[in-house]
T-cell receptor
Framework: NAGVTQTPKFQVLKTGQSMTLQCAQD?????MYWYRQDPGMGLRLIYY???????DKGEVPNGYNVSRLNKREFSLRLESAAPSQTSVYFC??????????????FGEGSWLTVV | SQQGEEDPQALSIQEGENATMNCSYK?????LQWYRQNSGRGLVHLIL?????REKHSGRLRVTLDTSKKSSSLLITASRAADTASYFC????????????FGKGTSLLVTP
């Protein structure tokens, strides 16, 4: 049971380049999330998908797009990377939706550097 | 915006001692969770406490919640070197939609 799998693990981009972070979960969870983690800032929510077919903005959505491809997969796209997007990105999933005390399961992270 | 604020930012203790971390938040919540992150890894869920609970235990972990003070504490008893990690509180509230809001974390170092 792999849990939440995200790829790539490490990536270096040049400013202006685009890339997609892939995420898949095998727990049959309804909700999926993308967070970024920066030193001294904790985790901040970029986008989330409460269920297949829906996506919503989180705290820091600017510069990103997401696609909930199916129940298993939730991708994060940087259309034109900027140095401010250098960060560690975490994909996560949970069984249910807000207000029900969901445990969130995290992937191992993707380290992205934009030069 | 980030809801939880952990205190202290960093904590250094010796094996066998107890470690206490605190979390304060701003708005009313449905529940509060604590997560652990080892260096270079993803976050792992430790424990959840609901807004109508005051204390919860799980192994060497004890969590308290005081909704009147909008604060929670995580106590790790008899710490081990393997407890070295960052610890985050996360709140779920009517104001946060479907996602958890995480604090900035407490970095715990347990030395042998």
């Amino acid at each position: 049971n792999a849990g939440v799998t995200q790829t790539p693990k490490f990536q270096v981009l040049k400013t202006g380049q685009s890339m997609t972070l892939q995420c898949a979960q095998d727990m049959n969870h309804n909700s999926m999330y993308w967070y970024r983690q920066d030193p001294g800032m904790g985790l901040r929510l970029i986008y989330y998908s409460a269920s297949e077919g829906t996506t919503d903005k989180g705290e820091v959505p600017n510069g990103y797009n997401v696609s909930r491809l199916n129940k298993r997969e939730f991708s994060l796209r940087l259309e034109s990377a900027a140095p401010s997007q250098t960060s560690v990105y975490f994909c996560a999933s949970s069984e249910g939706t807000g207000g029900t005390g969901n445990t969130i399961y995290f992937g191992e992270g993707s380290w992205l550097t934009v030069v | 915006s980030q809801q939880g604020e952990e205190d202290p930012q960093a904590l250094s203790i010796q094996e066998g001692e107890n470690a206490t971390m605190n979390c304060s938040y701003k708005t009313s919540i449905n529940n509060l969770q604590w997560y652990r992150q080892n260096s270079g890894r993803g976050l792992v869920h430790l424990i959840l406490i609901r807004s109508n609970e005051r204390e919860k235990h799980s192994g060497r972990l004890r969590v308290t919640l005081d909704t009147s003070k909008k604060s929670s504490s995580l106590l790790i008893t008899a710490s081990r070197a393997a407890d070295t990690a960052s610890y985050f509180c996360a709140t779920e509230s009517p104001y946060s939609g479907y996602a958890l809001n995480f604090g900035k974390g407490t970095s715990l170092l347990v030395t042998p």
